[in-house]
């Protein structure tokens, strides 16, 4: 069945850095991919997706690319703030039948001042 | 304001006791899925429902029940609870399109205690 993998949290960083969380997923076919994120005690939001190979998802400064040939999307911002803190999810979803989204464990972030 | 809610937000409960959660959206979406979330595992699927009296497992259904009697609702039930069953719920919805690519809008979470 499809999968979502996600690099292991929680990560720390300074205001300011380059941040990078690797997802990879193993799917049949072509699924479509999301970030998603939770800031605390709220529900999930979507941060950016991408339908198709070599597509690049970007909102609010962060950035991913449909890289079929390795099978990832990770996620990547150029400075972060300390209002990043949240909760990211990587999630598919397939093409065919019922679409289900599948989501990665979750990547805690927190940004330090 | 395009939206998904659940009530209630918390509930504290004793192991048998049957409950409902609420899940509502107003978006005219026809597919809602109900997720759980616990650490370390991400949500996982407990019930979706692709439109009105279609509905069918997701991963973990088991002690769960749902319906879909009308397009907006989809209520979660637990039957007869148990303290495995203590997490944080999500419902969602969203428009059902031929790639799968559009938008899943998530309501608040309940946050669930089974004694």
């Known amino acids: 069945g499809n999968s979502v993998t996600q690099m292991e949290g929680p990560v720390t960083l300074s205001e300011e850095a380059f941040l990078t969380i690797n997802c990879t997923y193993t799917a049949t076919g072509y699924p479509s991919l999301f970030w998603y994120v939770q800031y605390p005690g709220e529900g999930l939001q979507l941060l950016l997706k991408?339908?198709?190979?070599?597509d690049k998802g970007s909102n609010k400064g962060f950035e991913a690319t449909y890289r079929k040939e390795t099978t990832s999307f990770h996620l990547e911002k150029g400075s972060v703030q300390v209002s990043d803190s949240a909760v990211y999810f990587c999630a598919l979803s397939g093409r065919q039948g019922a679409q289900k989204l599948v989501f990665g464990q979750g990547t805690r972030l927190t940004i330090n001042p | 304001e395009a939206q998904v809610t659940q009530n209630p937000r918390y509930l504290i409960t004793v192991t048998g006791k049957k409950l409902t959660v609420t899940c509502s959206q107003n978006m005219n979406h026809e597919y809602m899925s109900w997720y759980r979330q616990d650490p370390g595992l991400g949500l996982r699927q407990i019930y979706y429902?692709?439109?009105?009296?279609?509905?069918d497992k997701g991963d973990v259904p088991e002690g769960y029940k749902v319906s879909r009697k009308e397009k907006r609702n989809f209520p979660l039930i637990l039957e007869s609870p148990s303290p495995n069953q203590t997490s944080l719920y999500f419902c969602?919805?969203?428009?059902?399109?031929?790639?799968?690519?559009?938008?899943?809008?998530f309501g608040p979470g309940t946050r669930l205690t089974v004694l």
């Open positions: 969602a919805s969203r428009q059902y399109d031929r790639v799968g690519a559009d938008t899943q809008y």
């Open positions: 429902s692709m439109n009105v009296e279609v509905t």
């Open positions: 991408a339908t198709k190979a070599d």
